[in-house]
Nanobody, 125 residues
């Protein structure tokens, strides 16, 4: 599967942004899907994931209550809705797909088999 992230941009603190991940060559419903981010000089970190069944979503503590991961099977898209953005959310955001059929959180970079290119999100103070 090939993944293409889009929707990044510049937003003021407190604002909202939705990034999207388009899949081709495979269906998002066949994978656990995740969003990760990487700021300059830092390691790539887990943000959110949705299980293959779509029944469960997981978030890193710093974004709980502010970010929402979802998917549109008909459009073969995965979204990350980001509200109440903070300057510390500034990073490249990556979507990824994991060949995992369980319901637990997939928060490790190493568990994902396919990656898209990043989309830049910049939050100004």
């Amino acid at each position: 599967v090939q993944l293409q992230a889009s929707g990044g941009g510049l937003v003021q603190a407190g604002g909202s942004l939705r990034v999207s991940c388009a899949a081709s060559g495979g269906m998002v419903s066949n994978y656990a899907m995740g969003w990760f981010r990487q700021a300059p000089g830092k390691e790539r970190e887990f943000v959110a994931c949705i299980t293959r069944s779509g029944a469960n979503t997981y978030y890193t503590d710093s974004v709980k209550g502010r970010f929402t991961i979802s998917r549109d099977i008909a459009k073969n898209l995965v979204y990350l809705q980001m509200n109440s953005l903070k300057p510390e959310d500034t990073a490249f955001y990556y979507c990824a797909a994991a060949l995992y059929f369980g319901e637990s959180s997939q928060s490790s970079v190493n568990l994902y088999n396919y990656w898209g290119q990043g989309t830049q999100v910049t939050v100004s103070s």
